[in-house]
């Protein structure tokens, strides 16, 4: 089955400064990846995603990269700010005979004002 | 806000006890997976629900079974409740289609369950 891998566990970056998570998985039927904020007590929010037909996607100060060859995908956030802290999960999906989902780990950000 | 709601929001129970979590999907969704998130992890899958019919299962035993209805909501039951069943319940509702490419997932707020 699939298998995503999400580093660093915990990630605590200096207001203004850019924050990077990466994500690898092993399914190479995967070809959907959408990354989800997830604050404390709350659900997780979708924020972004990427589709396997494209390389780059941006939004403002949030951008994802997918590299299918490597198999990995990575999240982007710049200018970051106190309100970007929370937990943040990659997930793969693929779809044959459902849509299977797999979330990695989570990265929880600190942003330190 | 998405259109995913369930209910309920927190839940005790004691352990050997039976539960029904309840989810209705985001209108014009037509799947609905159901997710386990213990403290400090990422969602686990339990399973998808699509057209009334499971549709794929996570790493789960049978005590945790579900159902989906006509109008796409779904149950989550869980049976003979163990400690560590203690979790953060998660549905997510989305359009899946069949050999197509993957499509957003939207959660619902989720349902606390904490069995003493």
């Known amino acids: 089955g699939e298998n995503v891998e999400q580093h660093p566990s915990t990630l605590s970056v200096q207001e203004g400064d850019s924050a990077v998570i990466k994500c690898t998985y092993s399914?190479?039927?995967?070809?959907?990846f959408p990354w989800y904020k997830q604050e404390l007590g709350k659900r997780p929010q979708l924020i972004i995603d990427?589709?396997?037909?494209?390389g780059e996607k941006k939004d403002q100060r949030i951008a994802v990269t997918l590299n299918k060859t490597a198999k990995h995908f990575s999240l982007h956030i710049t200018e970051t700010q106190p309100e970007d802290s929370a937990v943040y999960f990659c997930?793969?999906?693929?779809?044959?005979?459902?849509?299977?989902?797999?979330f990695g780990i989570g990265t929880k950000l600190q942003v330190i004002p | 806000e998405t259109g995913v709601t369930q209910s309920p929001t927190h839940l005790i129970k004691t352990r050997g006890q039976q539960v029904t979590l309840r989810c209705s999907s985001q209108?014009?969704?037509?799947?609905v997976s159901w997710y386990q998130q213990a403290l400090g992890q990422g969602p686990q899958f339990i399973f998808q629900?699509?057209?009334?019919?499971?549709?794929g299962r996570g790493n789960f035993p049978p005590r945790f079974s579900g159902l989906q209805f006509p109008n796409y909501s779904s149950e989550l039951n869980v049976n003979a409740l163990e400690l560590d069943d203690s979790a953060l319940y998660l549905c997510?509702?989305?359009?899946?289609?069949?050999?197509?490419?993957?499509?957003?997932?939207?959660f619902g707020q989720g349902t606390r369950l904490t069995v003493v």
């Open positions: 997510a509702s989305s359009l899946a289609r069949q050999g197509g490419i993957g499509t957003e997932a939207f």
């Open positions: 399914d190479s039927a995967s070809n959907y």
């Open positions: 990427i589709r396997s037909n494209v």
């Open positions: 997930a793969a999906i693929s779809s044959g005979g459902y849509q299977k989902v797999t």
């Open positions: 209108s014009g969704h037509n799947t």
């Open positions: 629900y699509y057209r009334e019919e499971e549709n």
